[in-house]
């Protein structure tokens, strides 16, 4: 019987990691950022963004596993939900393509090149300061730690987020380094980068509406 539990807990891990990979690629700034670093600056500055928002993760995931249901009536979600606002808006800026410069760091007159932890940085930051990430952990987790009691298991939780996490943005910002998209990249890069801006502009303006519309025990 403890074999047969033991092996059911296994599978809801993996069908778990399984449907987290996958549902990175749902619309958001992560998304966003890594999908831009990828195009734009190759596999490891995709991955830096991807690492950085992986990180972000261990601090929602902590959140999570520790307080669970309690989070719904968090009083400071509104403010850091209008601070992600803002640091979507500064990234969006930041994206936006400008006359006479290049995003390509190996054209003349090309913008200064970011630095891996610069890449890293933006992906940590933008996912830790996104309240929506937490809640939607928690509606993913709460069946699952209402169903195992053991102390151990919210950290074996908490690894099955974080660790596909990393390997699914690494994963994706591989396949973005085939040479069709890299060709597409290169051929429209002004108006891609417009449409990263935008989204990212989009985004902020999604946390700003959460924020104002922000009550207790609704998910915003």
């Known amino acids: 019987m403890v074999h047969v539990e033991f092996s059911g807990m296994v599978w809801e891990l993996l069908l778990f990691a399984l449907f987290f990979i996958f549902s990175q690629l749902s619309p958001g700034p992560d998304v966003a950022l ?5 195009l734009s600056r190759g596999f490891r500055a995709g991955a830096a ?5 992986s990180a972000g993760l261990v ?3 902590a959140l999570v596993c520790s307080l669970g249901a309690a989070l719904l009536d968090w009083t400071y979600a509104p403010y850091v ?3 992600a606002g803002g640091w979507l808006l500064f990234l969006a800026w ?13 054209m003349e007159g090309a913008a200064p090149k970011e630095s891996l932890a610069s890449f890293f940085r933006d992906g940590l930051v933008s996912n830790v300061l996104n309240p929506k990430v937490t809640f939607f952990l928690l509606s993913l987790a709460t069946p699952l730690l209402r169903r195992h009691d053991e102390p151990w298991f919210p950290w074996v939780m908490g690894l099955a987020m974080v ?3 990393a ?6 910002s591989g396949l973005l380094q085939f040479p069709v998209l890299r060709a597409c990249y290169v051929r429209h890069t002004r108006g891609i980068e417009m449409v990263f801006a935008v989204l990212l ?20």
């Open 49 to 53: 963004v991807g690492l950085g928002c």
């Open 167 to 172: 390997c699914g943005w690494m994963l994706w």
């Open 34 to 38: 890594v999908f831009r670093a990828a």
């Open 163 to 165: 660790v596909p996490a």
């Open 59 to 61: 601090f929602h995931a």
């Open 201 to 220: 502009a989009v985004f902020a303006a999604g946390c700003f509406v959460s924020a104002a519309a922000w009550s207790p025990s609704v998910q915003g």
């Open 81 to 83: 939900c209008a601070a």
């Open 94 to 106: 930041k994206v936006y393509p400008r006359r006479g410069v290049s995003q390509d760091a190996g």
